[in-house]
C-alpha cells in the first residue's frame, strides 16, 4: 500500500448546548490574542458577544470582518491585521467561506485555529480544505491545509438559530457524499475508504428519515442528529476517506455553476444540490440499471420537501441562455477537474444535454413550497 497521510478532526470538538460558553477555558489554552473573524451582519451581535465573554476571562480579542467570500484579496488583508497586531489564533465564526477563510489565514500565518459554525450549511468547521474564490463568488480552487483546526465548537443553542435553509443546504451537500464516495470510490481495496463510504451511506439514511422533521422543527431530536450530520460527520467521511472520497461530479459541476451570475446568491450545498440531480442523470445515461433513475427521483422529492432547487429556474440565475450554462459546463469540465474520476467518459456537450433536462421544474416530483 502506498504512503497516506490523513487529517481526520480536529484536535477537540465540544458540542451541544451552550457549547460556546463551556468552551472559553479550551480557548484561553490555545491563543492569548486571537483574531476573530466573520463577515455577515446577522452574525456580527453574536461575534460582538464573543468578544465580550473572552475579554471578561482576559483575552484581548482583535476583530475583522471580511468583505467578501473566502478570497486572495481578503485572506491578504486578514493576514495584515493578524500580524501587525500580533494576534496568536484565529477565531473563525461564520458560515462555511468564513471557516474556509480562517483555516487558510490560520495555516498561512501558522497559529492556531479555533472554528465556530454558525450554522450547519457545510462541514467547513471540520475539514483541512479551504475553497478559494474570486471576491464575487466564482470558484478558483481548493488549497489543502496542513492540518485540522486545533478547536471545533458546535454550540447547539446558536446553530439551532440559523435560517432553516441553511440547514437544508448543509443537508445537500451532506447527501452528496454518498453519491460522489460511491461513485468514485466503490472499487476501493482500502478500507478507511470502504468504511469512510459506508459512514456516507449512513448518513444519507438519516437525513432522508430526519431531514424533514429537523428542518421544520429545530427543537427536534432529528435536528440534533441532521445538524451534526451535516457539520460533523460529513467532515469525518471526507477526512478518513480522502480526495478520493469528496467529489465525483456534483461539486465540479457547482464549481462550473459558481462561475455565472445570479438574482439571488445560492449557497454552497444549493448548487451542489442541483449538480448531484445532473450527475444521477449522467450516470443514469451511462447505466443499464435502473438505480440511478430511482436515486434521482427520490432525491427530487427530498430536495422539494426541504426547498432545495431541483431545476436550473429555481437556482435563480440572471441569464439562463445556452451560452450561458455551457461556460460553467466548460469550466466543470476542464481537463484537470474532478469530474473525469467518474467511471465514464463525461465532456461538455454531455454535461449540457444533462443540464437542459432540468430547465424547469420536473412535472412527476411533489412540490412542498
Ligand atoms: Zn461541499
Known amino acids: 500500500m502506498s504512503l497516506n497521510i490523513h487529517n481526520i478532526s480536529p484536535s477537540k470538538v465540544i458540542r451541544g448546548e451552550g457549547a460556546w460558553i463551556k468552551s472559553i477555558d479550551s480557548i484561553t489554552k490555545l491563543c492569548k490574542k486571537p483574531l476573530i473573524l466573520g463577515r455577515s451582519n446577522s452574525t456580527k451581535k453574536l461575534r460582538d458577544s464573543f468578544e465580550n465573554d473572552l475579554l471578561l476571562k482576559g483575552v484581548k480579542v482583535i476583530s475583522f470582518e471580511l468583505d467578501n467570500d473566502c478570497c486572495e484579496i481578503d485572506i491578504q488583508k486578514a493576514c495584515l491585521h493578524s500580524k501587525n497586531n500580533n494576534c496568536d489564533g484565529i477565531i473563525a465564526a461564520g458560515g462555511g467561506k468564513v471557516l474556509d477563510a480562517g483555516k487558510l489565514i490560520a495555516d498561512l500565518l501558522g497559529i492556531n485555529c479555533i472554528t465556530v459554525p454558525l450554522s450547519a450549511s457545510t462541514c467547513a468547521g471540520w475539514t483541512s480544505l479551504s475553497n478559494i474564490y474570486t471576491p464575487d463568488g466564482k470558484f478558483i480552487k481548493d488549497v489543502i491545509l496542513k492540518k485540522c483546526p486545533n478547536l471545533l465548537i458546535f454550540d447547539h443553542t446558536i446553530v439551532r438559530t440559523a435560517p432553516p435553509r441553511t440547514l437544508a443546504s448543509g443537508m445537500a451537500d451532506a447527501v452528496a457524499k ?147 450554462l455551457q461556460k460553467a459546463c466548460r469550466f466543470a469540465c476542464k481537463g484537470d477537474s474532478d469530474i473525469h474520476q467518474i467511471p465514464f467518459p463525461v465532456n461538455e456537450k454531455d454535461l449540457f444535454d444533462a443540464m437542459q433536462s432540468f430547465q424547469s421544474l420536473p412535472t412527476s416530483s411533489k412540490i412542498n413550497l
Open 178 to 324: 454518498w453519491y460522489e464516495s460511491s461513485l468514485t470510490s466503490n472499487l476501493s481495496q482500502d478500507g478507511f475508504v470502504q468504511q469512510a463510504v459506508q459512514m456516507a451511506r449512513v448518513l444519507r439514511d438519516q437525513l432522508f428519515l430526519n431531514g424533514y422533521e429537523a428542518f421544520l422543527d429545530p427543537l427536534s431530536n432529528s435536528w440534533e442528529t441532521v445538524a451534526e450530520g451535516c457539520a460533523l460527520t460529513a467532515g469525518i467521511i471526507g477526512g478518513l476517506g480522502g480526495a478520493r472520497c469528496r467529489t465525483a461530479a456534483a461539486h465540479p459541476i457547482h464549481n462550473g455553476l459558481t462561475q455565472l451570475k445570479y438574482k439571488n446568491k445560492p449557497l454552497h450545498g444549493e448548487l451542489v444540490g442541483f449538480g448531484l440531480l445532473v450527475q444521477l442523470h449522467l450516470e443514469d445515461k451511462n447505466s443499464n440499471t435502473q438505480l440511478p433513475k430511482q436515486a434521482k427521483s427520490q432525491l427530487i422529492d427530498f430536495f422539494s420537501q426541504i426547498n432545495l432547487p431541483i431545476s436550473i429556474e429555481s437556482i435563480c440565475l440572471i441569464n439562463t441562455s445556452s451560452n450561458e
